[in-house]
């Protein structure tokens, strides 16, 4: 049984394009002041501001000082949640790396005027001299990626932001705008796909090949399955909320959590540190969500320690393609 190196929380990725380095895993903050999928405020009343500080803590105390935030989380209340929680220790600003998003909705057809103007917003939100990651959301622009391109290099002359990425951008879409940023003299530093046991599509249609060729970095959303892989989801107790990346049936994701809870008790783990270990495996830098102080220091303990050859191979034999519906026609082309 072959040992795969384990990541671990000090290891740097570099992206390309810009001076930012990254560890090997990070931290997704949608819930952030989200109501409607993530129910703060609403169903779930054990959210709240203090139980997200305590997340942000134990991730930094555990090294994942890695933040994806967007302009749409809780329109614009998880930047302001982070800026909050930056503004309580200035003095550590440069060891936190917070990466945001541009909505890059049809109408907005001046986009460089658009994503320039958003990223300045997010700025403000965030309380920072400069977004370490900014990423187009999905790829809903009617622009082309020239003018994208010319968009995101532009917010990059100007200092707003350090690195550029893009998110659920198909092969054919990560090669056009990587071609283009360079082009202007930047580089695509990331490409944010939804990867998980329940959706190996990016892997299956050579996705993580293509960011490995450009060396563009692939992040994982939903890295989970939204709390599915966590074991605590089943067919009889199914997740509560609007989660719907990965809404398999649950019996279907009932037999993927027993192979994770087999594979879990060998490491003295659990299934959602083995479920994210295995994308870490891949090659991508997983953004598991944390609501609380337990689960941010759950899923920082993916880190350290690896999964076998067997171990690997046994947990592919289990996992999922992923749906090919409406949803991935309009926005999940990766
Ligand atoms: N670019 C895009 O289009 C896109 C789309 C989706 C997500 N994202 C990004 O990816 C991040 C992560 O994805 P996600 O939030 O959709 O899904 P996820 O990371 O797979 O799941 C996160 C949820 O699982 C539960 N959870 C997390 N850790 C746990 C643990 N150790 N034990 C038990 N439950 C745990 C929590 O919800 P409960 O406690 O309520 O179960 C948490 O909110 C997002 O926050 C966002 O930054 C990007």
New binding site residues.
């Given amino acids: 049984m072959a040992e795969r190196p384990a990541p671990q929380a000090a290891d740097r990725i570099p992206l390309p394009g810009s001076d930012v380095s990254i560890p090997p895993m990070g931290v997704?903050?949608?819930?952030w002041g989200d109501r409607s999928t993530?129910?703060m405020g609403g169903y779930?009343t054990s959210l709240s501001e203090a139980t997200i500080r305590e997340a942000w803590q134990a991730s930094i105390d555990a090294g994942v000082v890695l933040f994806?935030?967007?302009e749409i989380?809780g329109d614009g209340e998880s930047e302001r949640i982070i800026g909050r929680l930056l503004a309580e220790d200035p003095r550590r600003r440069a060891e936190r790396l917070i990466a945001s998003?541009f909505m890059p909705t049809p109408w907005k057809l001046d986009v460089q005027k658009h994503l320039v103007g958003a990223a300045r917003a997010s700025v403000d939100r965030l309380g920072v001299e400069a977004i370490d990651l900014y990423q187009i959301?999905?790829p809903v622009s009617l622009r082309s990626k020239g003018a994208l391109a010319d968009a995101l290099a532009a917010a990059q002359a100007e200092g707003l932001v350090r690195a550029v990425g893009v998110?659920?951008y198909s092969v054919r879409e990560t090669r056009a705008i990587d071609a283009a940023l360079r082009a202007r003299g930047s580089r695509l530093a990331s490409n944010?796909i939804?990867f998980?046991l329940l959706r190996t599509m990016p892997e299956k249609v050579g996705l993580l090949a293509c960011c490995r060729e450009l060396g563009v970095v692939p992040l994982a959303?939903?890295?989970?399955?939204?709390?599915r892989?966590?074991g605590?989801?089943s067919a009889a107790n199914p997740?509560?909320?609007g989660?719907s990346?990965s809404d398999h049936p649950m019996a279907q994701v009932d037999a993927i959590v027993a192979v994770l809870r087999e594979v879990a008790a060998a490491h003295e783990r659990?299934p959602?540190q083995v479920a994210l270990a295995w994308t870490m495996a891949k090659g991508t830098v997983p953004?598991?969500?944390?609501?609380n102080r337990?689960?941010a220091e759950?899923?920082a303990g993916s880190l350290g320690w690896a999964l076998t050859d067997d171990e690997l191979a046994r947990l592919d034999g289990v996992a999922l393609f992923g749906k090919r519906g409406l949803r991935e026609r309009a926005?999940q082309h990766g």
């Fill in positions: 997704g903050t949608w819930a993530w129910g779930d994806d935030t967007a989380y998003k959301h999905g998110s659920n944010q939804e998980s959303y939903s890295p989970i399955g939204q709390g892989l966590t605590k989801y997740p509560p909320g989660r990346f659990t959602s953004i598991p969500g944390a609501k337990a689960q759950e899923n926005w």
